[in-house]
């Protein structure tokens, strides 16, 4: 698969270099075509580098990286996004005290407003940089979740293949809209690793448990109100 990244930062510099490694086509975008390149040499594993505009035009899947940014602006054109997978791994800014406004728009949806001719996908946005280094091995064995939201289905099970590739436990969040809940748990997850201080592999690991032999609790009852 060809793999475009969108600002190659640290999210984007370490999730290309775990696709290229995993046999995929990457191409390293940055603000200039030196950026790119430099990227692309310390990646090796046949990666290519250039500007935004090139990565946009190479790649079938798309990393978003460049937070709350209209790609009208980090773009000579936006038509190159057409029919292509957007993936957004970004979100807010953290305020003063973690006192996060209420989420009426998550950063995803926005996205998707501005290039509605792409498919974009919300994943990657509840752990640090650092746990990618464990990748894929031993983070299989840790079961971290990813969690995915889309509204075209085909896109969304591309970017959930394309995670458990690299070690993490994918999870399907449904429609677009849960990118509010999804962007949330990445908040929490910051919350963790800086308030609480519980640093840059704190992460969240979804399981269903096996059922309870017996309810010895009185089992679920409908609820009252007082």
Same mark, same amino acid.
């Given at each position: 698969?060809?793999?475009?990244?969108?600002?190659?930062?640290?999210?984007?510099?370490?999730?290309?270099?775990?696709?290229?490694?995993?046999?995929?086509?990457?191409?390293?975008?940055?603000?200039?075509?030196?950026?790119?390149?430099?990227?692309?040499?310390?990646?090796?594993?046949?990666? =290519?580098? %250039?500007?935004?505009?090139?990565?946009?035009?190479?790649?079938?899947?798309? &990393?978003?990286?460049?937070? %709350?940014? #209209?790609?009208?602006?980090?773009?000579?054109?936006?038509?190159?996004?057409?029919?292509?997978? /957007?993936?957004?791994?970004?979100?807010?800014?953290?305020?003063?005290?973690?006192?996060?406004?209420?989420?009426?728009?998550?950063?995803?949806?926005?996205?998707?407003?501005? $290039?509605?001719?792409?498919?974009?996908?919300?994943?990657? #946005?509840?752990?640090? =940089?650092? $746990?990618?280094? /464990?990748?894929?091995?031993?983070?299989?064995?840790?079961?971290?979740?990813?969690?995915?939201?889309?509204?075209?289905?085909?896109?969304?099970?591309? $970017?959930?293949?394309?995670?458990?590739?690299?070690?993490?436990?994918?999870?399907?969040?449904?429609?677009?809209?849960?990118?509010?809940?999804?962007?949330? $748990?990445?908040?929490?997850?910051? /919350?963790?690793?800086?308030?609480?201080?519980?640093?840059?592999?704190?992460?969240?690991?979804?399981?269903? &448990?096996?059922?309870?032999?017996?309810?010895?609790?009185?089992?679920?009852?409908?609820? #009252?109100?007082?």
């Amino acid at each position: 698969m060809k793999i475009g990244i969108l600002g190659s930062g640290n999210m984007g510099r370490s999730l290309g270099i775990l696709w290229a490694e995993r046999g995929h086509e990457v191409f390293f975008g940055a603000r200039t075509a030196e950026k790119g390149q430099q990227v692309a040499a310390i990646a090796g594993e046949g990666t =290519q580098g %250039g500007t935004n505009d090139e990565a946009a035009a190479f790649g079938e899947v798309l &990393l978003y990286t460049v937070r %709350g940014i #209209n790609p009208a602006e980090v773009l000579t054109s936006i038509e190159v996004l057409t029919g292509k997978i /957007l993936i957004d791994c970004n979100n807010q800014e953290i305020p003063a005290d973690f006192a996060y406004p209420t989420i009426i728009q998550s950063l995803a949806e926005k996205l998707a407003a501005e $290039v509605p001719m792409a498919y974009v996908v919300k994943a990657f #946005n509840t752990m640090a =940089q650092e $746990v990618f280094e /464990l990748a894929p091995d031993p983070l299989k064995s840790h079961d971290v979740s990813v969690f995915v939201a889309g509204d075209n289905e085909s896109a969304k099970q591309t $970017v959930m293949q394309l995670a458990g590739e690299i070690g993490f436990q994918a999870i399907d969040c449904g429609q677009l809209r849960q990118a509010r809940l999804i962007e949330t $748990v990445g908040d929490f997850i910051r /919350l963790l690793i800086i308030q609480q201080q519980m640093g840059a592999y704190a992460t969240i690991s979804v399981h269903s &448990l096996p059922p309870a032999g017996e309810e010895r609790l009185g089992g679920r009852q409908a609820s #009252n109100l007082y």
